[in-house]
């Protein structure tokens, strides 16, 4: 079977699936931390070598002031369970603000935990913007212009799969992403199935590589 | 009914199709050239007022000589018929390279033909990294990203329709794409159907634009 080496997550639909569950927006983003971990140790069994999880974005902070509390500390649940799995984790984000959660800040390096074993990036405050902004007239050299991004550290996403029914990769990773296969689950990510990922997988397998060639 | 603003066209399966058809895979090209103004024709009547072709990459210039002679004529031939319309014309794409049709220069600068209209843009030897290879430490401003790319005068892509059924971006104004809805239609780009635009224009009423706020 045709695993892709690097698997990128857009969990969305955590704030509808609150709604009809008849809760507040901001209570949907807690029924999302289970899932993330079922889907961690199911790529990790497939053979992925790297995941990206969409955690929050500098757009997002736009939001209501309790939403981006919840959201917020939701990733920092999410990535202290993350963390006491064997992998090398980092999280990736614009730290000089003060959503950034404090308590992340030593993964903002990559690090190895419990002896180290998939890539899990976390990406936490993240903008695209932000992540072009040190980009210095690197010239046409596509490695050039991969290794002055701020996510540098993160290698070309070969999947994407959304979770909650929109078909936008709405600012993640645009440059690792140019050649990703989309798979869009319309499960609310609190809702996430283990047979989501496993049709992504399986989809996976009729799409071709030709990076344009 | 709300309608993109700017849409971008994935025209692909050009080569699957002249397979299918029994030609010579190089064959397929020049049968996507009606399908190309009878969209351009829709799209102007529907009041969409812009509208980005995905031609040819610097990726697609690693097929074979044949092929890229022939999808680099089609183009050429598709900008003439396009240039005989009432638009505002751009073609885009590394001008420094041998594979770039000298017929087309006098479009790489904005150009109001017959009086001029619908802002048409046509990506030729367009490659991403290509795009980014300017941008000079710009700083995390938007605005002063997307003014530093070579597609400066490419606005944001509200909805990208891909022909020919693969679920990716392949390199197409990643910048420009980071919110853009993303429709794919099984059929072969020779295979258009006006209701394919159709379609992709009602799918685009379902979605909200949030842009992450």
Not at 55 to 70: H, I, L, M, S, Y
Not at 140 to 149: E, G, M, P, V
Not at 169 to 190: E, H, I, K, M, N
Request: proline content about 6%.
């Amino acid at each position: 079977m045709r695993i892709p080496n690097h698997i990128g997550i857009i969990p969305d639909g955590n704030r509808r699936w609150a709604t009809r569950a008849g809760l507040a927006k901001k209570d949907g983003y807690i029924h999302g931390l289970t899932p993330g971990l079922d889907l961690l140790r199911l790529a990790w069994e497939a053979g992925v070598r790297e995941i990206t999880y969409y955690g929050f974005t500098t757009d997002n902070c736009k939001r209501p002031p309790e939403q981006v509390f919840a959201f917020s500390k939701a990733c920092v649940e999410a990535i202290r369970r993350i963390a006491s799995e064997p992998v090398s984790l980092l999280v990736l984000g614009d730290q000089n603000s003060s959503v950034f959660p404090e308590e992340l800040r030593p993964y903002t390096v990559r690090t190895d935990l419990n002896g180290g074993g998939m890539r899990v990036n976390f990406l936490v405050n993240y903008g695209w913007e932000w992540d072009l902004a040190e980009l210095n007239a690197p010239g046409s050299n596509r490695r050039q212009i991969c290794n002055a991004l701020r996510s540098h550290d993160i290698s070309r996403v070969d999947l994407v799969i959304r979770w909650g029914g929109m078909r936008r990769l709405s600012g993640f990773l645009p440059v690792q992403s140019v050649y990703a296969d989309f798979f869009v689950v319309d499960r609310l990510w609190p809702d996430f199935q283990p047979d989501d990922f496993f049709q992504a997988l399986q989809w996976y397998q009729a799409q071709d590589v030709t990076l344009g060639g």
